[in-house]
């Protein structure tokens, strides 16, 4: 009877282990999937940001109510 109780609690130590285990590296394939993804979007963005200012002379980004001009730098 009491070893009936133990493997029970083994067992039920054992799955817990494993599902922990298996969170954990899904987690951090998720989290690699999402920083990808964010590293993406500020390369399109960078980019975005490079042809406008080509184009245009300049780039405007709107920050709350007002907006932030950037214009090339023209070195002498």
């Known amino acids: ?11 039920a130590i ?9 969170g954990y590296f899904g987690n951090k394939q998720l989290q690699q999937k999402y920083d990808d993804k964010i590293m993406e979007g500020a390369n399109l963005l960078f980019n975005e940001m490079i042809n ?9 980004i709107p ?5 932030l ?7 002498s």
């Open 1 to 11: 009877m009491e070893n009936k109780k133990t493997i029970k609690i083994l067992v």
């Open 14 to 22: 054992i799955i817990i282990l494993v599902l922990l285990f298996a």
């Open 52 to 60: 406008q200012l080509k184009e245009n002379g300049y780039v405007q």
């Open 63 to 67: 920050v709350g109510n007002k907006t």
């Open 69 to 75: 001009v950037l214009v090339q730098y023209q070195g």
